[in-house]
């Protein structure tokens, strides 16, 4: 096979019709494609089937993390506990200046229920910050480059047209067997893509 | 469903009629068994009345709101339950000549109406209030509540039940008009309504928030018994073929962001007073954290919360019909336990046993409205035909 071949991109007019193609190359075991459009079309998520199970896992992790790590703060600057913590761990830096108990109204230096919201705000932090930077790293980006914009009239994607790719790196990736295939999905153009 | 006659009542609805008394011999079993805690005085009757009272109108409310909201977002995961919330909110009738008893005999209820309260001068907040909690100012006020949510349930109920005939597209946005409105007034009416009818219960305490965080209860429970009816029959008519598992994914995610709401409302109820640490503000917990009540309330935030959520949260409890109706069983019977401390640490002399006869009290209650309720719905579509094919992955690929 042609290793210089990124894939082969089929070029349509119409959103419904490339929704529709998905589904048929799905259909016919196809896996490794991408849809390329001006805009997201609604259903295509699904038909892709592009959902990574990892993420949700991801931003729970990361949510409990900053839970422990909200409550954490706090209960270090809030209470005396360091004081009774080894002399070696005071004497690191930072450590003397960070503990700030104060008497607020006669209240305990660890006020848990005063506590929660700030640990809260944390969690959803940190939960987001696990979904934006998880949902980097497990797609990849940033990509500076990609083959797909080998692909002829590609920048018309940006404005009325809709591309779909399968990769010469899918299993069931035949040239003239695929070619054919997406011929018969009706689409403008079928064209090679360079690596 | 070309059949435009009521007649075809589905099988799986006429089943829930008829568990729906045996769940009111069940509460009256439990209810006889309870007596015992708590003695059965006029007192401690009228107390067990008045708490099915607010935990059914918490239903009928619950199924009102929702009904509104559908009305109003027309989400494609109201269709299929529009008709359980419509008959849960023509109740409301019902459960205004029920209250009768309770308005009657308020004194064994309301410390505003106990003259021996009333009367000495060292609760000066409470004579204060008594311009506004009086029985005829509460009586007023109960019937414009009363008016308002029977009257648009009526009119809206009626709209839709007269376009399954007519098939007149038009009354679609006539009830969206008149339902965003309603909705606003609604929120409003309830948050008046509890504060008479529930937040007098205690001698000087307010909340500002008591009066919502009870309509979001209300609209769990009613969102709760749609995903249990649905779940239940999740393969027969007419539900099979209305609640695919994107729905169910709708049902699972609503029910997951009321527990977050409950838990909000709840905690940041308690943490403001909390930090304050006035007197006038902190007799209702008080109350609550004495007597052993205060394990209710930490088996609460567990069960209530903690529970729920984490299993609401993952993809396969919203997939599977029968762990969902599960969690929505599980989230009824926490809010009847939650209302019950919400309520009886007001009582003098109570402690968490009291929940026994308390949840056998709203099951008689429930066992009686969902007959009704059931009979309600028999005489319409279980489904009405106005459904709009919202069937594609437009709504649900979040």
């Known amino acids: 096979m042609n290793s210089s071949l990124y894939g082969l991109a089929a070029e349509f007019d119409d959103p419904d019709k490339i929704l529709e193609a998905v ?24 038909a892709l089937d592009c959902h990574d199970p990892k993420v949700p896992w991801l931003v729970f992790g990361m949510g409990i993390f900053g839970t422990i790590n909200g409550y954490f703060l706090e209960y270090m600057t809030s ?50 910050l696990g979904a934006v930077v998880g949902m980097l790293l497990l797609n990849g980006l940033p990509k500076p480059y990609h ?49 | 469903m070309s059949d435009n006659s009521p007649a075809i009542f589905p099988a799986s609805l006429r089943t829930v009629g008829r568990l729906a008394p045996a769940i009111a011999i069940l509460g009256l079993l439990l209810l006889g068994a309870g007596l015992g805690i708590g003695g059965s005085s006029l007192d401690r009757v009228i107390q067990y009345y008045y708490y099915g009272w607010i935990i059914t109108l918490g239903f009928s409310l619950g199924c009102y709101g929702l009904m509104l909201l559908h009305y109003v977002v027309k989400g494609s995961w109201g269709y299929p339950v529009i008709r359980i919330w419509e008959s849960g909110a023509r109740m409301l009738p019902g459960l205004l000549i029920a209250a009768l008893p309770i308005f009657l005999l308020r004194e064994h209820l309301f410390p505003w109406a106990q003259p021996e309260l009333t009367s000495n001068p060292e609760n000066a907040v409470l004579i204060h209030r008594l311009g506004y909690l009086n029985p005829t100012w509460i009586a007023i006020r109960a019937i414009i509540y009363f008016t308002f949510w029977i009257g648009s349930t009526q009119f809206l109920t009626g709209l839709s039940r007269k376009q399954d005939e007519t098939k007149d597209p038009t009354l679609i946005q006539a009830r969206t008009n008149f339902s965003a409105v309603a909705l606003v007034l609604f929120v409003l009416t309830a948050n008046f309504a509890y504060t008479d009818w529930v937040m007098s219960l205690e001698l000087r305490w307010y909340s500002t928030i008591f009066g919502v965080w009870f309509v979001i209860s209300n609209s769990m429970c009613a969102l709760a018994l749609a995903s249990v009816i649905t779940s239940l029959f999740h393969n027969k008519a007419p539900y099979a073929d209305s609640v695919d598992n994107a729905v169910r994914k709708d049902y699972g995610n609503l ?58 949260l993952s993809g396969k409890t919203k997939r599977k019909p029968m762990l969902l109706g599960a969690v929505a069983t599980w989230l009824i019977l926490m809010r009847l336990t939650d209302i019950c401390w919400q309520i009886f640490p007001s009582f003098k002399g109570t402690n968490p046993l009291f929940l026994v006869p308390a949840l056998g009290a709203a099951l008689v209650f429930l066992g009686i409205w969902l007959t009704a309720v059931m009979r309600s719905m028999s005489s319409a579509l279980a489904i009405p035909v106005w459904v709009e094919p919202i069937k594609d992955e437009v709504l649900h690929h979040a």
């Open chain 1, 147 to 195: 083959p797909i914009f080998n692909a002829p009239r590609f920048e018309l994607v940006s404005q009325d047209k809709f591309v779909l790719c399968i990769e010469t790196a899918d299993p069931k990736f035949d040239y003239e067997a695929t070619w054919q295939f997406l011929q018969s999905l009706g689409p403008d153009v079928v064209s090679e893509v360079a690596r």
């Open chain 1, 79 to 128: 209470t005396p506990v360091l004081d009774h913590l080894p002399r070696f761990v005071r004497l690191l830096p930072g450590m003397n200046e960070m503990s700030y108990p104060m008497n607020v109204g006669g209240r305990p230096f660890h006020s848990w229920p005063n506590f929660i919201p700030v640990a809260f705000e944390t969690t959803i932090l940190f939960a987001a």
């Open chain 1, 23 to 46: 589904r048929k190359m799905k259909a016919a075991g196809y896996r490794q494609m991408d849809a390329y459009s001006p805009f997201p079309i609604h259903g295509m998520t699904d």
């Open chain 2, 255 to 312: 029910l997951l962001m009321h527990t977050m709401v409950w838990a909000y409302f709840s905690f940041s109820q308690w943490v403001i007073i909390w930090s304050g640490n006035l007197p006038d503000e902190i007799e209702f917990y008080l109350h609550r954290f004495a007597d052993g009540w205060l394990s209710v309330g930490a088996f609460l935030v567990i069960f209530q919360f903690f529970g729920p959520f984490l299993l609401l």
